[in-house]
């Protein structure tokens, strides 16, 4: 329990420092917050699950490298992005919708294409990893020469955020460079401590990795989003969220599979429901962010609940409980549907509003 305490206070301290030096340093160079949400907060945040992915491969236990991966993945959209949209509803920038949440979901979409084989192969590693390169080098590029900034868009308060006094290049640095390793102790402390709980418990590797390891490892996301949205700036949020799932995939999984030599074996049952419900919790932000540009606070209180539900799912059929069967018959004939026709719904709404404005706009025009 000592461990548990002391590693969320440093995760704490960690998101503080590295949410206002990359701030800085965003300022500094004139890229957007989302960008640096997209590329230094992303990878920082998710160096974490780095050390986890690596450290099991090594120990010769890829079942929780595959599982922390894509249960940070799910936990990231589902749990952080709903916590953080509790505190306050959070802005998607138009670069979001129309570029970084196609390339998570094609991603997604790809690991689990090539993970049909069983395995998650040195070559299937090295083309997740170029294409999250890529990817990444772009952002800054183009983040860069400006082409993704955008003005600033009020809040519920109609303020466009508070300005943290921008820091000099050292002093943002160094934020930038204690909060990571604050953020990886941090979280290695809980993750040790809330494991061996687990073990202890009868779980399995791949259980281990979906649930204790994927939240714990996901928890430096959630420092630095919700330090994020307590300062205004809630873009670098969604945009840290977004170029986490992405880095997790390229870096985090592929990364690993090259360092093993014969790639990294693919569990039937990941295969079978958790790659599948990691693509479904990608898609599941599109209609969102999609739709208005804003997650708003009940959008975040069902990603929650999705995500609460899944963790008793796996508990559930990980220790063969009684109440399985019908826990899962509930979700399946009641819940989910639910779910997925207001999805529906919301996206119909919402382009209809657009099509309603776009029409009048077109009318006063012509008049």
Request: glycine share 12%.
């Amino acid at each position: 329990m000592g461990l548990v305490v002391a590693g969320l206070v440093l995760l704490v301290a960690g998101g503080e420092g590295l949410v206002r030096g990359a701030s800085s340093i965003a300022h500094r160079l004139g890229m957007s917050p989302i960008v640096v949400g997209l590329t230094i907060v992303a990878f920082a945040t998710s160096s974490p699950e780095l050390a986890v992915s690596v450290g099991a491969v090594l120990r010769d236990e890829p079942e929780i490298a595959v599982g922390n991966v894509v249960g940070s993945n799910i936990a990231n959209v589902l749990l952080i992005l709903g916590i953080s949209a509790l505190i306050l509803p959070l802005l998607a920038r138009r670069r979001l919708v129309k570029i970084d949440v196609p390339v998570m979901v094609a991603l997604s979409i790809l690991l689990l294409v090539l993970a049909l084989d069983g395995r998650i192969s040195t070559v299937d590693g090295a083309l997740l990893l170029v294409i999250v390169l890529a990817h990444m080098a772009w952002s800054v590029w183009s983040g860069m020469r400006g082409g993704t900034a955008e003005p600033a868009e009020p809040d519920a308060a109609g303020t466009a955020g508070t300005q943290e006094r921008v820091l000099g290049w050292l002093p943002a640095l160094a934020l930038v460079l204690g909060g990571v390793g604050l953020l990886v102790l941090g979280s290695q402390w809980l993750v040790s401590g809330a494991s061996d709980i687990a073990r202890s418990l009868g779980l399995s590797n791949l259980v281990i990795g979906l649930t204790v390891v994927a939240i714990g490892t996901s928890l430096p996301e959630l420092a630095a989003s919700v330090v994020a949205v307590r300062q205004g700036e809630r873009d670098l949020a969604v945009g840290n969220i977004v170029g986490s799932n992405i880095v997790n995939i390229g870096i985090v999984l592929g990364l690993p599979a090259i360092i093993a030599g014969g790639g990294i074996p693919v569990p039937s049952a990941a295969i079978a429901l958790d790659i599948p419900l990691m693509i479904a919790s990608a898609i599941a932000l599109a209609p969102i962010v999609f739709t208005g540009f804003l997650i708003k606070r009940w959008e975040g209180g069902l990603f929650l609940a999705l995500y609460v539900s899944y963790v008793v799912y796996l508990v559930l059929w990980a220790t063969s409980h009684s109440a399985l069967e019908g826990f899962t018959l509930v979700m399946s004939v009641f819940v989910l549907p639910i779910v997925a026709l207001t999805f529906l719904l919301l996206v119909a709404y919402e382009v209809g509003l657009r099509r309603g404005r776009t029409q009048g706009a077109a009318r006063v025009r012509a008049e």
